[in-house]
T-cell receptor, first 113, second 109 residues
Framework: IAGITQAPTSQILAAGRRMTLRCTQDMRHNAMYWYRQDLGLGLRLIHYSNTAGTTGKGEVPDGYSVSRANTDDFPLTLASAVPSQTSVYFC????????????FGPGTRLTVL | GQNIDQPTEMTATEGAIVQINCTYQTSGFNGLFWYQQHAGEAPTFLSYNVLDGLEEKGRFSSFLSRSKGYSYLLLKELQMKDSASYLCAVKGGDYKLSFGAGTTVTVRA
């Protein structure tokens, strides 16, 4: 593994189903983030984690949950998917939360029907 | 809240120069980032400004004026591979990134 990986690459999901998007980084970065990207709206922060064991809410957290059991993994869970959660989801990481740039994973394209 | 504005689209000719403007109003300021995103791919880091002035990196330069809440990204000697979206992002007082909607640049031969 080099950098950040996400799985799955894409998924079609029925409304009401539970779904977990996976994110793994091998850079030993402390901070990790989940964004969604929608046409015309840009990237919006869903949840973040400054360090293993801690998480926080971003701009659009409703309907999503995260956990950070260790440094490398930061899964995003949709408990009961709705069509408005159709989007491209990007995971990102940075060495710290202050002045370092964020590195992005390849994204997961999720369609909720 | 955070408000970040940039033009939706720009078109330029191969070999030319294009300037993408970004204006922002944020709660606190801890730096401004520019990212490049090709269609269907992840954003990749281009530049970072935290002090006023110009940062040059090869064909790309980025300028910041904190007092005016303004930045621009300058792309020189445009190449076809520069066709992409360019995202302006501001790190606010909470150290979280807020992104503009992005500017799609199309380079024509």
């Amino acid at each position: 593994i080099a950098g950040i990986t996400q799985a799955p690459t894409s998924q079609i999901l029925a409304a009401g189903r539970r779904m977990t998007l996976r994110c793994t980084q091998d850079m030993r970065h402390n901070a990790m983030y989940w964004y969604r990207q929608d046409l015309g709206l840009g990237l919006r922060l869903i949840h973040y984690s400054n360090t293993a064991g801690t998480t926080g809410k971003g701009e659009v957290p409703d309907g999503y949950s995260v956990s950070r059991a260790n440094t490398d993994d930061f899964p995003l869970t949709l408990a009961s998917a709705v069509p408005s959660q159709t989007s491209v989801y990007f995971c990102a990481s940075s060495d710290s939360t202050d002045y370092n740039e964020q590195f992005f994973g390849p994204g997961t394209r999720l369609t909720v029907l | 809240g955070q408000n970040i504005d940039q033009p939706t689209e720009m078109t330029a000719t191969e070999g030319a120069i294009v300037q993408i403007n970004c204006t922002y109003q944020t709660s606190g300021f801890n730096g401004l980032f520019w990212y490049q995103q090709h269609a269907g791919e992840a954003p990749t880091f281009l530049s970072y400004n935290v002090l006023d002035g110009l940062e040059e990196k090869g064909r790309f330069s980025s300028f910041l004026s904190r007092s005016k809440g303004y930045s621009y990204l300058l792309l020189k000697e445009l190449q076809m591979k520069d066709s992409a979206s360019y995202l302006c992002a501001v790190k606010g007082g909470d150290y979280k990134l807020s992104f503009g909607a992005g500017t799609t640049v199309t380079v024509r031969a």
